[in-house]
C-alpha cells in the first residue's frame, strides 16, 4: 500500500463517527481520517480524492444510495472503493447499493479487526484499481484496447487469444470461448457499441471481450465450464430484452490448438444462425484417420429421426434411441446433460415458479402444480378445464414440448414443438406459458 492514505467516514451519526475513527488508529500507513455528514459529502469531496470512503447507511436511507451513484458516475470516483457499514437496511438496498459500485459490506456491530481487514482490502483495491487503469489507457495508446468501448481491437484479436488459452493451460484451468453476434432475425437489431455494452454487463470483470469482425465478438470465459457459458448466454439474452436477442458458438477449452478451435467456432456460430436465439456446442474433437475432425451439434437426419419418432410414439422416452447416441461421443452427452440440469436451474424451475406465484396471489380460486426434471410440468385447472405445460428432455439435446387446454376432458388445444433445448430461454418459455394461461382464462370467462 502507498505510505500515506485518506480515509473519509461519512455518518449522519456522529457516536458512529467516532466509533470508526477510534478503530481505525490502529491502521498502518494511514495519513488521516476525515468525516462529514451524507448532505455534506459532496462538497467535501470536492476538494481532494481520498483512498477510501467509509459510508453508513442505516434503515435504507436513500440518500446514502444517491450519493454512491453520484459518485460512480463522475470520472475522478469512479475507482474510489467504498465501505459500505449496514445498520438495519434489507437485502434489496444491500444489493442495490453493490450494482451501484460498492466494494464491500460491514454489518453492526462493528467488530475491530473486520473493520481493519475491510479497510485494508479496500486500500489495496484503490491502488490495483489505478494500476489497471494505467495499463489499460496505455493498451489503448497503442491500439490494442478500443476506446470507445474498452474492449480489444480486431488487429489483436489472435494475440490475446492465444495468450489466454495458453495461460488457462499453464495453469490447468477450465475457460470457455463464446462466439457471439446478434441475432438479425429480431426486429431491434443493436448496433455493435450497444451489443458491446450488453455483453460487458452480463459478464464477470475478469472476463474480456475481443472484436472478431464488425458484429462477431469473442468472449473469452476464464475459469469457466460450459455450463457457466450457458449461463453468461442466458445473461446476454434477458439484458438484450424482448426485441433483440444473440446467436453463438461455444468451446471449452482443452488440448485443442488454436486454429481448431477458431474453426469450431466460426462453424458452431454459423449453425447456430440457421436458428433463433440459439448457443451452439462444438463437441470434442476425435480422431479419425488421423485427420481430426469437428462434430457440431444438430445433424439434420438426427433431428428428423427424432422428430419422426416423437410423432409415432405416444410416450417418448427421455432416452435417446442408439442411433442418436452413436452420433454424439460420450463427452458431448455428459455435456448435454449438464447444460440440460443448468437450464433446469436458470430458466424452467423459475419460470414455474414465478407464474405460479403469479396465479396463487391473483387467483386463489384455481389448482396449481409444478415439478421439474427429466419430466417437467405445469398445470393450472378450475373445474373442468385444465391447461398444461409438459417439458420433456431426450437425454442429448432436444426437448418435447406440449402445449395442452382441456375442457370436460375434451382437448380445446394441443401443440407439441421439438426444439434445441439450448433455445429455451427464459423469455421463449415465459411467453409461452404466458400465451397458455391468457387461453386458459379465456375459456373460463366463455363458460362462465
Not at 78 to 107: H, M, Q, T, Y
Request: proline content about 2%; some cysteine.
Amino acid at each position: 500500500m502507498a505510505d500515506v492514505n485518506t480515509v473519509v467516514i461519512v455518518s449522519d451519526k456522529q457516536e458512529l463517527v467516532n466509533q470508526v475513527s477510534s478503530k481505525l488508529v490502529l491502521l498502518r500507513n494511514l495519513d488521516k481520517i476525515k468525516s462529514c455528514s451524507i448532505e455534506e459529502a459532496q462538497n467535501m469531496f470536492d476538494g481532494f480524492n481520498p483512498n477510501v470512503l467509509i459510508l453508513h447507511c442505516d434503515n435504507n436511507n436513500m440518500r446514502a444510495l444517491g450519493l454512491i451513484k453520484r459518485l460512480k458516475n463522475q470520472e475522478i470516483y469512479k475507482n474510489l472503493p467504498i465501505l459500505l457499514i449496514n445498520e438495519n437496511c434489507s437485502r434489496e438496498v444491500i444489493i442495490e447499493a453493490f450494482d451501484n459500485g460498492i466494494s464491500d459490506v460491514l454489518f453492526m456491530p462493528i467488530i475491530d479487526y473486520e473493520l481493519l481487514i475491510r479497510t485494508i482490502w479496500c486500500l489495496q483495491k484503490n491502488e490495483l484499481n489505478m494500476s489497471i487503469e494505467s495499463r489499460t489507457q496505455f493498451l489503448t495508446n497503442l491500439g490494442i484496447v478500443q476506446s470507445e468501448t474498452g474492449v480489444y481491437t480486431q488487429k489483436y484479436c489472435d494475440d490475446f487469444l492465444k495468450n489466454e488459452i495458453a495461460q488457462s493451460k499453464k495453469y490447468s484451468q477450465k475457460a470457455c470461448i463464446l462466439l457471439i453476434a446478434p441475432d438479425k432475425k429480431y426486429p431491434n437489431y443493436k448496433n455493435p457499441k450497444d451489443f458491446i455494452s450488453i455483453i460487458k454487463k452480463s459478464i464477470r470483470i475478469n472476463d474480456s471481450v475481443i472484436i472478431k469482425d464488425v458484429d462477431q465478438f469473442y468472449v473469452y470465459l476464464q475459469k469457466t465450464k460450459l455450463n457457466g457459458a450457458y449461463s453468461v448466454f442466458e445473461r446476454i439474452n434477458n439484458n438484450l430484452g424482448t426485441d433483440s436477442g444473440a446467436n453463438a458458438g461455444v468451446v471449452e477449452v482443452q488440448e485443442q490448438s488454436f486454429e481448431d478451435i477458431k474453426d469450431a467456432l466460426n462453424a458452431a456460430l454459423d449453425k447456430a444462425c440457421e436458428n433463433t436465439n440459439s448457443l451452439i456446442v462444438a463437441s470434442d474433437f476425435y480422431v479419425k484417420e488421423k485427420k481430426p475432425t469437428i462434430n457440431l451439434k444438430k445433424p439434420s437426419e438426427i433431428i428428423a429421426k427424432q422428430e419422426a419418432t416423437v410423432e409415432d410414439s405416444k410416450k417418448p422416452s427421455n432416452t435417446a434411441s442408439p442411433e442418436v447416441q452413436s452420433a454424439f461421443d460420450k463427452n458431448s452427452i455428459k455435456l448435454f446433460n449438464q447444460a440440460y440440469l443448468r437450464k433446469l436451474k436458470v430458466v424452467i424451475t423459475p419460470v414455474f415458479k414465478k407464474y405460479e406465484n403469479i396465479l396463487r396471489i391473483k387467483r386463489q380460486d384455481f389448482a396449481i402444480n409444478s415439478y421439474t426434471g427429466s419430466k417437467s410440468l405445469f398445470s393450472v385447472s378450475s373445474g373442468d378445464v385444465c391447461a398444461s405445460m409438459a417439458i420433456e428432455y431426450d437425454g442429448i439435446e432436444h426437448a418435447l414440448v406440449r402445449l395442452t387446454i382441456t375442457d370436460n376432458d375434451q382437448k380445446r388445444l394441443f401443440e407439441t414443438e421439438t426444439i434445441d433445448f439450448t433455445i429455451l430461454d427464459y423469455r421463449r418459455m415465459s411467453l409461452m406459458l404466458n400465451e397458455l394461461i391468457d387461453k386458459f382464462i379465456i375459456i373460463l370467462k366463455k363458460k362462465s
